[in-house]
């Protein structure tokens, strides 16, 4: 049965239709028809005269090409896209054209034909009002650099405005973190068409100076041990007023706090300014904040890298009390890996009131380097290697590197492997295994083979303390070309030996890489048996103080020494003696000083000792994107015999009449793309009569 409602909307419905379809058929659909007419299909996007961006990258840039449908609107702007793409990039005077083809299928090819012009540079970056702190300190506290002999290969001279928006607020925490806290920072760029450069003119208030003054801890919480939070405060009375000081203060109490079982305290700074004295007055209030849990930890961005890795970096997981130093803390761990070049940390509200969402973004950054490198050593000649790489191994936070060597005196096979959290735990551990085949040269009597391997475990200790235990196998075969030459070992003599040890590495360095103060430190002990029967005890020390506030002047003490003891009284052979070299004093060659037999044959030390005075300096007149830096220094070690060593006994008296030898030099150090390297000019004052000295040397500079 038809239903009379349903057929009346039925027949007014189909009314309708009708009634629209003459209008349908007019102008809007005559216009659709028009625009498809000038809206073609596009068969192809080239690109000519591009070299600083590839045709898969400007493809990236082009609507015409996502889509695939051209019009002129669509062509005016993407022309406007690549031209902003090099405007951007520092190439002011380029020019973006386009013309179109037709093809045979009625399909239109767009080419884009580009007129790169010069790169526009940075001339020079100049400062007006900064009385108190040098424009080589400033200028390395920036992002945007001046043109210098490695920009073509950075490329960080390039200006642009929301780069030096950054640079602007990095300068005034600069000097908020070094006593003016009320600096106000201007810039004005102006580009000077006749030498394509820009000139940045900074202009800084300084403002007062100040320091901190009275430093109290005030809590409402009951139980609370503040005589612990107070060993957690960085803004000592007289010291200069640090923004970085205060916050990481405020964030370290309220850590303490937390691990003294008050998961929600809350930890802020009062601050009393007195203009007559030029100081803030510090209180720290501790109190019990809002009793909030994180309900979930959302992790986005992490292509390759598992969410663990990051989760496991955290203090807490969903379910713990929220606190936001934990979450600071827990931001500066992740960012400490390595493996993110940006890091974005925000809350949201949960399910209930007491409840917050944490998104953790993350943008990742490559990990794995590879690739071939050379290099000269004054020691080993001409350098080169083969390496693979991979600091997050399959995403998991694993560090996987092998690597073949070659110089002119050998050749080296190694692997390592380390899980820096073995079994869930705050544990590293780690397998090394090497192949290292050592040549006879004029300066050793003989060759070695040697085959090795170790297992090593790494536990933190405490914030800056570390320890790392490690045993392993070594097999070593010497080779020696002309039989007669040795008087210390026999050609295809073998050496085997088993080891166990540990090593204490003490972190106190405010900047592992430029260390300005602190002290770091290691000391490592091992038992080597088997073949023998051995103590090595080393230790080195290297202490850092800012000769000149704010000036890049750093001064360094250093030390060393070691010794080697047979534990059931007897000799110790050459294979295992200390052989010092430049890492302990400069000026000599390598193997160049200390015991030697009658023919050169070198022979080795059970002990040694060294200390150095350095002082490292900016380079007058050079930018700071140079990484250029001078050094000063003065070094002295003494040497001990070899009379405990086995057939050292005939080691002649003038290849250690002199057991202390000191030098004096110069250096020049380059942080380079490859790595930090340093040449040193060294004067040799006292040394042994055999010793053999030299004028320069190129290495590679280490921290200790």
Same mark, same amino acid.
């Given at each position: 049965?038809?239903?009379?409602?349903?057929?009346?909307?039925?027949?007014?419905?189909?009314?309708?239709?009708?009634?629209?379809?003459?209008?349908?058929?007019?102008?809007?659909?005559?216009?659709?028809?028009?625009?498809? #007419? &000038?809206?073609?299909? /596009? %068969?192809?996007?080239?690109?000519?005269? !591009?070299?600083? *961006?590839?045709?898969?990258?400007?493809?990236?840039?082009?609507?015409?090409?996502?889509?695939?449908i051209f019009s002129q609107q669509r062509l005016n702007a993407d022309i406007e896209s690549i031209r902003q793409a090099y405007d951007r990039d520092g190439f002011n005077s380029v020019s973006v054209t386009a013309r179109t083809?037709?093809?045979?299928?009625?399909?239109?090819?767009?080419?884009?034909?580009?007129?790169?012009?010069?790169?526009?540079?940075?001339?020079?970056?100049?400062?007006?009002?900064?009385?108190?702190i040098g424009a080589g300190n400033l200028k390395g506290a920036m992002l945007t650099k001046e043109s210098g002999i490695l920009s073509w290969l950075l490329r960080d001279d390039t200006y642009d405005e929301q780069k030096m928006a950054v640079d602007r607020e990095r300068i005034r925490l600069y000097y908020a973190n070094r006593?003016?806290?009320? #600096? &106000?920072?201007?810039? /004005? %760029?102006?580009?000077?068409?006749?030498? !394509?450069?820009? *000139?940045?003119?900074?202009?800084?208030?300084?403002?007062?100076?100040?320091?901190?003054g009275n430093v109290g801890i005030e809590t409402s919480i009951d139980g609370l041990n503040t005589d612990v939070l107070r060993s957690t405060v960085r803004t000592g009375k007289?010291?200069?007023?640090?923004?970085?000081?205060?916050?990481?203060?405020?964030?370290?109490?309220?850590?303490?706090?937390?691990?003294?079982?008050?998961?929600?305290?809350?930890?802020?700074?009062?601050?009393?300014?007195?203009?007559?004295?030029?100081?803030?007055?510090?209180?720290?209030?501790?109190?019990?904040?809002?009793?909030?849990?994180?309900?979930?930890?959302?992790?986005?961005?992490?292509?390759?890298?598992?969410?663990?890795?990051?989760?496991?970096?955290?203090?807490?997981?969903?379910?713990?009390?929220?606190?936001?130093?934990?979450?600071?803390?827990?931001?500066?761990?992740?960012?400490a890996l390595g493996y993110f070049s940006k890091i974005d940390i925000s809350t949201a509200p949960g399910s209930s009131p007491d409840k917050v969402v944490l998104n953790i973004n993350v943008v990742e950054s490559s990990t794995g380097e590879y690739g071939a490198t050379a290099g000269?050593?004054?020691?080993?000649?001409?350098?080169?290697?083969?390496?693979?790489?991979?600091?997050?191994?399959?995403?998991?936070g694993q560090y996987l590197r092998a690597a073949i060597g070659a110089s002119t005196s050998g050749r080296t096979f190694d692997f390592s492997f380390t899980e820096p959290r073995f079994m869930g735990l705050k544990v590293s551990a780690g397998v090394d295994a090497y192949h290292r085949i050592n040549d006879e040269t004029s300066t050793s009597f003989y060759g070695s083979q040697v085959t090795g391997g170790q297992l090593r475990v790494g536990v933190p200790l405490t914030s800056a303390l570390n320890a790392q235990?490690?045993?392993?196998?070594?097999?070593?075969?010497?080779?020696?070309?002309?039989?007669?030459?040795?008087?210390?070992?026999?050609?295809?003599?073998?050496?085997n030996k088993a080891f166990v040890g540990y090593t204490l590495t003490w972190n106190g360095v405010d900047d592992v890489k430029n260390p300005t103060e602190g002290l770091y430190a290691t000391f490592t002990q091992q038992y080597i048996g088997w073949d023998h029967n051995?103590?090595?005890?080393?230790?080195?020390?290297?202490?850092?103080?800012?000769?000149?506030?704010?000036?890049?002047?750093?001064?360094?003490?250093?030390?060393?020494?070691?010794?080697?003891?047979?534990?059931?009284?007897?000799?110790?052979?050459?294979?295992?003696?200390?052989?010092?070299?430049?890492?302990?004093?400069?000026?000599?060659?390598?193997?160049?000083?200390?015991?030697?037999l009658a023919s050169g044959e070198y022979v080795g030390t059970t002990m040694f000792a060294g200390i150095s005075g350095e002082i490292e300096f900016?380079?007058?007149?050079?930018?700071?994107?140079?990484?250029?830096?001078?050094?000063?220094?003065?070094?002295?070690?003494?040497?001990?015999?070899?009379?405990?060593?086995?057939?050292?006994?005939?080691?002649?008296?003038?290849?250690?009449d002199q057991p202390w030898r000191t030098s004096v030099g110069a250096s020049l150090i380059w942080d380079s793309p490859f790595g930090p390297l340093r040449g040193d000019f060294a004067h040799v004052l006292n040394k042994s009569t055999d010793d053999r000295t030299q004028l320069f040397q190129f290495t590679i500079s280490t921290l200790l």
């Open positions: 049965m038809i239903h009379p409602t349903k057929l009346m909307r039925g027949a007014v419905s189909a009314i309708a239709i009708m009634g629209a379809a003459p209008m349908a058929a007019g102008v809007p659909v005559l216009g659709v028809v028009a625009a498809h #007419a &000038q809206e073609q299909l /596009v %068969a192809s996007v080239l690109f000519e005269g !591009n070299r600083r *961006f590839p045709d898969s990258q400007l493809l990236t840039m082009v609507d015409i090409s996502t889509t695939g083809e037709q093809t045979a299928d009625g399909r239109v090819r767009v080419i884009f034909e580009i007129n790169e012009g010069e790169r526009a540079g940075i001339a020079a970056i100049n400062f007006t009002g900064n009385n108190s006593g003016f806290p009320d #600096a &106000q920072v201007n810039s /004005v %760029a102006e580009y000077d068409a006749a030498r !394509n450069a820009y *000139f940045v003119n900074v202009t800084v208030n300084e403002g007062q100076k100040y320091e901190f007289g010291a200069r007023y640090s923004m970085f000081d205060l916050q990481k203060s405020i964030e370290d109490m309220a850590y303490e706090a937390t691990t003294q079982g008050y998961s929600f305290a809350d930890v802020r700074a009062r601050l009393d300014r007195d203009t007559a004295s030029n100081t803030f007055n510090v209180t720290y209030l501790v109190d019990e904040g809002a009793r909030i849990y994180v309900e979930r930890i959302n992790i986005t961005g992490n292509i390759k890298t598992r969410d663990f890795v990051i989760r496991r970096e955290l203090d807490f997981a969903e379910g713990d009390p929220f606190n936001r130093s934990m979450v600071i803390r827990g931001r500066d761990r992740i960012d000269y050593s004054t020691s080993d000649g001409i350098l080169g290697e083969l390496s693979l790489t991979e600091r997050n191994f399959l995403g998991r235990f490690f045993g392993g196998l070594e097999h070593k075969v010497i080779k020696d070309d002309n039989p007669d030459d040795s008087a210390l070992v026999a050609n295809g003599q073998e050496f051995l103590l090595r005890s080393e230790a080195r020390a290297r202490y850092f103080v800012p000769l000149i506030p704010d000036s890049g002047v750093v001064a360094s003490v250093r030390g060393q020494a070691g010794i080697v003891n047979s534990v059931n009284g007897g000799s110790v052979h050459s294979v295992e003696a200390f052989t010092p070299g430049s890492q302990l004093i400069r000026g000599f060659a390598s193997r160049g000083f200390g015991p030697r900016p380079i007058p007149g050079l930018p700071e994107n140079y990484g250029l830096s001078g050094a000063v220094w003065a070094d002295a070690a003494w040497i001990g015999d070899s009379s405990n060593i086995l057939g050292g006994g005939g080691a002649v008296a003038t290849s250690n």
